[in-house]
């Protein structure tokens, strides 16, 4: 079974910077993999922030950047902001179908 | 501006078929440009992809659901359908239709409806 994981918690600093990361049980994940990135706040619906690895959508803020780090997906944002707090699901493609990683709570504290 | 809004029943007996209706507006779901899909997400869990379809009527599936699951499109509707048979508590979750592009899932999400399964 496709699992793809991601760290369940991290805590960050206003203003500092913090990398997410997202890896995949199958091996490394490559550009291949067409890693998306997704922000969820408690009583909403999920807004993409990333899509092919390093994509920002119109409406991503531009302390929001994706890459590949050690065979991961990575998410960092730069320059944290309060209203950053939110969970953030990873998205990685195999073949014909997605799989979700479980998703990181950020705390900005 | 592309939206996309869920309608369907929100209380299904287990064993059932869920069935629930995402309909397109601002956009042509006849687009070449766009892949419609559903997500769900279980009551205080993470997100699940269900699976997703083209205009066409070329779809792809979660493989963990794809003995249950089966998505359509109706174009001269501008409407896709989610159906899921056999229902059980575990398919309790607020389902999302979402709008997909080349390697960009879900870039625009409905608000989603909670169906719960419960006799």
């Known amino acids: 079974q496709t699992v793809v994981t991601q760290e369940p918690s991290l805590t960050v600093s206003p203003g500092g910077t913090v990398t997410l990361t997202c890896a995949s049980t199958?091996?490394?994940?490559?550009?291949?993999?067409?890693s998306n990135w997704f922000q969820q706040k408690p009583g909403q619906a999920p807004r993409a922030l990333i899509h092919n690895t390093n994509n920002k959508h119109s409406w991503t803020p531009a302390r929001f950047s994706g890459s590949l780090l050690g065979g991961k997906a990575a998410l960092t944002l730069s320059g944290v902001q309060p209203e950053d707090e939110a969970e953030y699901y990873c998205l990685l493609f195999y073949d014909t179908f997605w799989v979700f990683g479980g998703g990181t709570k950020l705390t900005v504290l | 501006q592309l939206q996309l809004q869920e309608s369907g029943p929100g209380l299904v007996k287990p064993s059932e078929t869920l069935s629930l209706i995402c309909t397109v507006s601002g956009a042509s779901i006849s687009s070449s440009h766009y892949y419609w899909g559903w997500i769900r997400q279980p009551p205080g869990k993470g997100l699940e992809w269900i699976g997703n379809i083209y205009y066409t009527g070329s779809a792809s599936y979660n493989p963990s659901l794809k003995s249950r699951v089966t998505i359509s499109v109706d174009t001269s509707k501008s409407q896709f359908s989610l159906h899921l048979s056999s229902v059980t508590a575990a398919d309790t979750a607020v389902y999302y239709c979402v709008s997909d592009q080349l390697g960009a899932v879900a870039g625009t999400w409905g608000q989603g409806i909670l169906v719960t399964v419960s006799s």
């Open positions: 199958t091996g490394a994940v490559t550009s291949g993999s067409y």
